[in-house]
């Protein structure tokens, strides 16, 4: 199952021009990643989680329905991460250049197939 999501993070990362991705259990374990040599696989899925349930607090907190994307943009760089049910976190990682309307077309399609994967 693993080289399914496996295939699906390869995919964003190729048709988005994206620097990697990786699929985060809710729990913060890594399901599946494509990322970098030099970025450190649980490090960013143990953020991922824990980022999520934070703006998940927050948009609970007040009221601003449910949760859909995370963004952090830095001065080299983004890094997206996007729910998936109740299930995973989607994180993308993209440089300060990506075309946000070409990246956010593709995590949807992603997050839609991981979503249709984990049933």
Do not use: H, W
């Amino acid at each position: 199952m693993a080289d399914k999501f496996s295939e699906v993070l390869q995919t964003v990362v190729r048709d988005s021009g994206s620097e990697g991705a990786i699929l985060v259990s809710t729990d913060g374990l890594a399901i599946a990643a494509v990322l970098p040599e030099d970025v450190d696989e649980d490090r960013v899925a143990a953020m991922g989680a824990a980022i999520l349930s934070l703006g998940e607090r927050v948009t609970a907190e007040l009221e601003k329905g449910e949760l859909e994307q995370l963004y952090v943009k830095g001065s080299k760089g983004y890094m997206i991460f996007t729910g998936i049910k109740d299930l995973a976190v989607l994180g993308v990682l993209a440089p300060s250049n990506a075309k946000l309307g070409l990246l956010l077309m593709e995590i949807k399609r992603a997050a839609k197939k991981i979503e249709e994967l984990l049933g």
